[in-house]
């Protein structure tokens, strides 16, 4: 359990969208998305976990949108994936309003099935991304369940933390001008992509490393403090989608000129690093490359 059963998370403004539309073709693997990830550069500015890139074509998109209104409580977050999600929007929200001027929160979607965004068709395939164009978060928790099958990940509760809180890195990125600023320039271990995913990694441990402070408006903290095996396993959840990683389970060796968002060890690095030193370390265009 990783929320207070009490915390009031009833302020969420997550939509769930797609109504269970079922993916186009039957869908591609997580895997499989990776070698898309030349076709990306050249396609929409979106900033995925894995360098997956939601398809484009025949798009399977529904209608289908609502509030998670069932989601009110801590205990709603400790028991259903898109409560989970709905108390994340919460804590980040919070979080980010404390430390960026003027903070506009993103949108929150919850994808169910499939469903059609600015930056392409969202579903589990393409795994968690942010769509820079419309400031929205998209998340289907059934990647979740991807995770474990493909990439051997626990994800559990922490590591669906990190994720959303990657994933609202590339947000604060957007309204606060560094992805204007260090624009995407191909990829390779010293690339602006690279910068901008590690720096997103940061970001999420910074976010987690604090947010026990963070409390409802009843003083009830959102969260109980992390265990050592929570930790764990959201480092695990790092390693598994670190370029190397991928690279290797998917074609048995490893190229950095073509990484994205950085090797295993990077991503475990920065997390750890924001997690136990805050904000202020996360500063990953200011470093040089074999200190990155
Ligand atoms: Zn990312």
Redesign the pocket.
Known sequence: MTFNPDADISGNTTRRRGRGAAIAGGGVGVLGLVALVVAMLGGPDL???VGGVPGGGNDPASSGESTLSECDTGQDANTTDDCRMAGAQVLLDDYWAQHVDGYQPPTMNVVDGATSTQCGTASNAVGPF?CPPEQGVYIDPTFFQLMRDQFGASAGELSQLYIVG??WG?HIQNITGTMEKYPNNGTGPDSNGVRT?LQ?DCYAGAWLGDVTTLKDDNGVAYLKKPTEAQITDALNAAFTVGDDHIQEQQAGRVNPESFT?GTSEQRQAWFANGYKNGLGVCDTFAVSGDKL
């Open positions: 900033t995925g976990l942010y990657h994933e590339h995913e997103a968002h």
